[in-house]
């Protein structure tokens, strides 16, 4: 089955600085690859995703990377502020069939944001 | 739009106990699934439903846990006797069929969080 490795498990960085976070996966069918951050006492929840179709995709502070060759993606955050703190979860699955709902999840990034 | 919502929030029992979670999905989400999440883990499919059957329960260890989803909607998560290692959040996503094979945006719960003592 599909393993999801997240590096570094954790990451601290002051306000306005950018943070990166790595993942890499081992199934090459995989196609979508979700990221979640999760607060304290919270589900996770979207925040970003990517097909295998695309190399990248921005959404103001965040971007996600996508090389499929290295079977890795990327989290990037720019100008960082306090409430990003959070743990974030790259995830990755195949879409079609019966598998198309399944994911499976890195071990997280716990980030902290110091004003 | 009301989220997913999970009872209870906290649950303490002793090994070898029962217990069981609640979970009501987004209104109109066919799609229903239980994770389990370790302290310091990312979350794991436990089981997937698509309306009232079952999808994928290849990770749920049968041998001492249950789910259901009557009538396509709410779902419950059975743990009969539960052991130390269970201990752990237990969370319920709920998503929009899947369309022309691509994936739905999953919605969490707050989550269960057990305590195996």
């Known amino acids: 089955g599909e393993n999801v490795e997240q590096h570094p498990s954790t990451l601290s960085v002051q306000e306005g600085d950018s943070a990166v976070i790595k993942c890499t996966y081992s199934?090459?069918?995989?196609?979508?690859f979700p990221w979640y951050k999760q607060e304290l006492g919270k589900g996770p929840q979207l925040i970003i995703d990517?097909?295998?179709?695309?190399g990248e995709k921005k959404d103001q502070r965040i971007a996600v990377t996508l090389n499929k060759t290295a079977k890795h993606f990327s989290l990037h955050i720019t100008e960082t502020q306090p409430e990003d703190s959070a743990v974030y979860f790259c995830a990755a699955s195949k879409e079609g069939g019966t598998s198309y709902g399944k994911l499976t999840f890195g071990q997280g990034t716990i980030l902290t944001v110091h004003p | 739009e009301a989220g997913v919502a999970q009872s209870p929030r906290y649950k303490i029992i002793e090994k070898r106990q029962s217990v069981a979670f609640w979970c009501n999905p987004i209104?109109?989400?066919?799609?229903l699934y239980w994770y389990q999440q370790i302290l310091g883990q990312g979350p794991k499919l436990l089981i997937q439903f698509q309306n009232n059957g079952v999808v994928d329960d290849s990770q749920l260890p049968k041998d001492r846990f249950s789910a259901e989803r009557l009538k396509g909607v709410d779902s419950t998560l059975k743990i009969q006797p539960a052991k130390l290692e269970d201990s752990a959040v237990y969370l319920c996503?709920?998503?929009?069929?899947?369309?022309?094979?691509?994936?739905?945006?999953?919605?969490f719960g707050p989550g269960t969080r057990l305590t195996v003592l």
């Open positions: 990517i097909r295998s179709n695309v």
């Open positions: 199934d090459s069918a995989s196609n979508y």
């Open positions: 209104s109109g989400h066919a799609t």
């Open positions: 996503a709920s998503s929009l069929t899947p369309s022309s094979g691509r994936a739905q945006e999953q919605f």
